[in-house]
């Protein structure tokens, strides 16, 4: 059974830095899309980041972009977001999730929570003004 797990969360100040990890375990890392959601106070849950396994393909939310950079470190099995340049509307709870894929397999929208199988339990990020 795929287990992640979530760690780096906190209170930081408007326009500093902050990195998230993701250590994955149960399964085959290579073999998975691995993606951060996020879910602001009060809010729905929503898409940050995606990294995929054949490729390399990363895509961001426009709210991340050139902000925020999703990477995967594969002798750790861990998948990181680096978020620089954070703002108070930042502020939400930062969920790791995971989608077996396979090559050449079905696409399928990697921007949607339905679309992920597993997820960790949530690392709480709060940013300051």
């Known amino acids: 059974q795929v287990k992640l797990v979530e760690s780096g969360g906190g209170l930081v100040q408007a326009g500093k830095s902050l990195q998230l990890s993701c250590v994955f375990s149960?399964?085959?890392?290579?073999?998975?899309?691995l993606a951060w959601f996020r879910q602001p106070p009060g809010k729905e849950r929503e898409f940050v980041a995606v990294s995929r396994p054949f490729g390399g393909d990363t895509y961001y939310a426009d709210s991340a972009k050139d902000r925020f950079t999703i990477s995967r470190e594969r002798a750790e099995a861990t998948v990181n977001l680096q978020m620089n340049n954070l703002k108070p509307e930042d502020t939400a709870v930062y969920y790791c999730a995971a989608r077996r894929e396979q090559l050449f397999g079905a696409s399928y929208n990697y921007n949607s929570q339905t679309s992920y199988n597993f997820w960790g339990q949530g690392a709480q990020v709060t940013v300051s003004s």
């Open positions: 149960g399964s085959t890392f290579g073999d998975y899309a």
